[in-house]
């Protein structure tokens, strides 16, 4: 990966065997380390605060350091300009606490830092350039970087501590190596771990940040939150962002061992992502919500029904009815992602995003969240039914089960179609079902002789409606409606005399609104089981 400052090899000659690699000071053929003593001396005698420094390249003692900063103090903290570290070697560790680096960019470039290296307090106006980097042991408490932190490539070998640090712009770890425990404390607007290599447990508290895990490689527990302090120079840097943290991608990672805390999800990319029945999600994490208000399509009026949407859903969907200013859609559309409106290619159809939301879905059943699981497993049956790969009969069976209870989630769709079809086979009841009166039965034999057995023969009429429809709508014969109606419900016959007719009626009724009560209960389960 191209490094974002380039290294200054004109002022550093680190390919040459001789062993005073470093740069060269002044008119002098030594680098700073191998200086004569005098000649050191009148060196650091003649730099003021604020001076820039080239050490390219140098190995550079803790007593050389300290000599160092001790010659540009002012005010009780050294001040540095430009300077440039880059394959420096510091085999004691480093000491820059409360150091301010007044240039426009400090370079530490293929640095090498052998015992702690310490930045605790340390100011950079600009930024600081840490690319490939190697630590022993790190402590960052309380940098305040105005400007790109980048570690990328640096690789921690102890202990990495970057607490209560604050970066303008991008905190860059992308393809860094931590090798042991890392807590990470920062506020900045975007924290890059693109291939970065997690071998301990890491924690990383964050706020305003856009974090980016893309081909992150985890293999021990790791925790993301929101941090709940704010620091002096957050006000002025980010008065215009939310403290909440955005995930933007997972994707190509595997989040066995993830912990998501109070995450903004909205516009996270999971597509690539690995076991993701295991990534675990706690607090107020926030997904993307469908459009609102009602939408008119060939006529007819439609809603969407709120749940949590991934962000590829959004934007498979947005190619399907694309909103009208793709750059800036409203909440009433589909929002498109950020790379899909001119490479359509890269969005997941259904049948990649299903099974996306029944891992998230089994997470969150396995987290005893019912709540959220419902939601992941209506999306995962509205791609199943929007996949035309799946065959013919079970596109239909899928359109059935949406339209009659939205797959056993949606509690008011499954009682109004329970109260439709229980309104229909009233009023059927009532006008072709109930007959006239009930049947009385008829005994009928043969009179015999005294002594002689007699034989008769019990006969039920079959019940007859024959009386005008005006007739028909009467409290009595509601009554008895009501009565087969409310046994159908529960699976049960009623008992009473009923038409041809009302037979039909009432046998359609006890398979039909059984199930569409079952799917209301289940719907109402779904959102109140814990």
């Known amino acids: 990966m191209t490094p974002p400052w380039p290294p200054p090899w004109d002022h550093c000659d680190v390919a040459t065997p001789d062993p005073c690699s470093g740069a060269r000071i002044g008119s002098h053929t030594k680098c700073l380390a191998h200086l004569a003593p005098a000649d050191r001396a009148t060196y650091l005698a003649g730099l003021v605060p604020g001076a820039d420094i080239n050490l390219c390249g140098t190995r550079i003692t803790a007593a050389l350091l300290g000599q160092l900063l001790a010659a540009v103090r002012l005010d009780g903290r050294p001040r540095l300009g430009e300077v ?188 690539g992502a690995m076991h993701l029945d295991l990534l675990r999600l706690e607090g107020s994490t926030l997904f993307a919500l469908p459009p609102t208000g009602v939408h008119w399509r060939r006529g007819v009026p439609r809603w969407w029904s709120q749940r949590r949407v991934l962000a590829e859903e959004h934007a498979w969907r947005a190619l399907q009815q694309p909103p009208v200013n793709p750059d800036a859609p409203t909440t009433h559309e589909w929002q498109p992602g950020p790379r899909h409106t001119t490479h359509p290619a890269r969005t997941p159809n259904p049948d990649v995003l299903a099974p996306l939301y029944r891992a998230l879905r089994k997470g969150s059943e396995d987290a005893k969240n019912e709540p959220d699981a419902a939601d992941f497993y209506y999306g995962e049956m509205e791609m199943r039914r929007n996949d035309p790969t799946r065959p013919r009969g079970e596109h239909i069976l899928l359109i059935l089960y949406w339209a009659l209870s939205g797959y056993a989630l949606r509690a008011s769709r499954a ?110 389960r779904g959102r109140i089981k814990r």
């Open 84 to 271: 440039d570290f880059s394959h420096a070697d510091f085999p004691d560790g480093a000491d820059f606490i409360n150091v301010d680096f007044t240039g426009s960019n400090a370079n530490f470039y293929l640095a090498s830092f052998a015992g702690l290296a310490c930045f605790n307090g340390s100011l950079f106006t600009r930024g600081v350039n840490f690319h490939d980097t190697t630590f022993s042991e790190a402590v960052f408490l309380g940098m305040i970087v105005n400007g790109t932190a980048s570690f990328v490539g640096a690789r921690f070998s102890g202990d990495a501590r970057l607490e209560s640090v604050t970066c303008r712009h991008v905190l860059a770890l992308s393809t860094a190596k931590f090798e042991g425990p890392a807590r990470i404390d920062a506020a900045a607007e975007r924290v890059t771990c693109q291939q970065t290599r997690w071998d301990a447990t890491a924690s990383l508290t964050l706020r305003y940040a856009d974090l980016d895990l893309t081909g992150a490689i985890i293999t021990q527990p790791f925790a993301v939150s929101v941090s709940p302090f704010a620091r002096p120079a957050e006000t002025a840097w980010f008065s215009t962002r939310t403290p909440k943290v955005r995930v933007v991608s997972l994707a190509g990672t595997d989040t066995t061992h993830v912990l998501l805390t109070g995450m903004d999800l909205r516009s996270c990319r999971f597509a």
């Open 415 to 524: 009682l109004f179609w329970l109260i439709l079809a229980m309104t229909c086979s009233f009023f059927a009841l009532i006008l072709w079902g109930l007959p006239n009166a009930d049947p009385k039965p008829q005994i009928t034999g043969r009179q015999t002789a005294v002594g002689q057995d007699v034989q008769l023969t019990v006969d039920n009429p079959d019940p007859t409606l024959t009386t005008g429809y005006s007739d028909r709508i009467t409290w009595k014969r509601a009554e008895k409606a009501q009565r087969v109606l409310l046994n159908s419900v529960i699976f049960r016959s009623s008992g009473q005399n009923l038409t041809t007719a009302g037979t039909y009626v009432e046998m359609g009724s006890r398979i039909a609104e059984p199930v569409l009560l079952g799917f209301a209960l289940f719907a109402l």
